[in-house]
């Protein structure tokens, strides 16, 4: 199985780069994806590693390093409407999805 | 790009009521689609994995009986939740994988808000 691990909760001001760490232990790889979940919505693609590195898009950006078991996303030039919970994604080999518990983002003004 | 439409968006029923959700891929085929229930403030638990033509496999402690899967075409899964209870209220979601995009991620449907009373 999969243990996924991230912070419950960050808060940062309006403007600012927050950075969300997720660690795993997996007993079978394929990816790792970062999702945007807003209250009562569904998950939003952000981003998808497979390899290790940086994936840049836009204002997200995220990294992942396989020996490690560890990734992060990080959001620059926060903006209000990123106030969100993000949620870490491991795929297993079975392309079945197993999600960290999110880390909840609060943007203040 | 991919769209996966889920209905109802909300359901709210009394108690020992059978509810069907659909799923559907819009513009790609997916051999295999994923439900998903989430409680409030917790993440998403994969309940089974649907798969065209053949039974679901379900995730331990998820009862077959209790949620029936059918994947009928590469573009339909549904989900019923039979003699729902209020325990069986949550926000339900699935999620399809197209199979010609190996590396690409999963989209998700709306959600499903389901109220048992």
């Known amino acids: 199985g999969q243990n996924i691990d991230q912070p419950t909760e960050m808060t940062a001001t309006e403007g600012a780069i927050v950075q969300i760490n997720c660690t795993y232990q997996?007993?079978?790889?394929?990816?790792l994806f970062w999702y945007q979940q807003h209250a009562g919505e569904a998950p939003t693609f952000l981003s998808y590693n497979v390899l290790d590195g940086l994936e840049e898009k836009g204002r997200f950006s995220s990294f992942l390093s396989r020996s490690k078991g560890y990734s992060y996303l990080l959001l620059k030039e926060l903006q209000m409407k990123d106030s969100a919970s993000y949620l870490c994604?491991?795929?297993?080999?079975?392309?079945?999805?197993?999600f960290g518990a999110g880390t909840t983002v609060t943007v203040r003004a | 790009g991919a769209v996966v439409s889920q209905h109802p968006s909300r359901v709210i029923c009394k108690s020992g009521t059978s509810v069907k959700i659909e799923c559907r891929s819009l513009d790609f085929q997916a051999t295999t689609m994923f439900w998903y229930r989430q409680f409030p403030k917790q993440s998403l638990m994969l309940m089974a994995t649907?798969?065209?033509?053949?039974?679901?496999?379900?995730e331990q402690g998820v009862e077959k009986d209790k949620f029936l899967i059918n994947h009928a075409s590469l573009t339909l899964s549904t989900l019923t939740v039979t003699s729902a209870h209020p325990e069986d209220s949550s926000f339900y979601i699935c999620?399809?994988?197209?199979?010609?995009?190996?590396?690409?991620?999963?989209?998700f449907g709306d959600g499903t808000r389901l109220s048992i009373l």
């Open positions: 997996t007993s079978g790889f394929n990816g």
């Open positions: 994604a491991v795929r297993g080999n079975d392309y079945k999805l197993s």
């Open positions: 649907s798969n065209e033509g053949s039974k679901a496999t379900y």
């Open positions: 999620s399809a994988r197209d199979r010609g995009q190996r590396g690409q991620p999963q989209h």
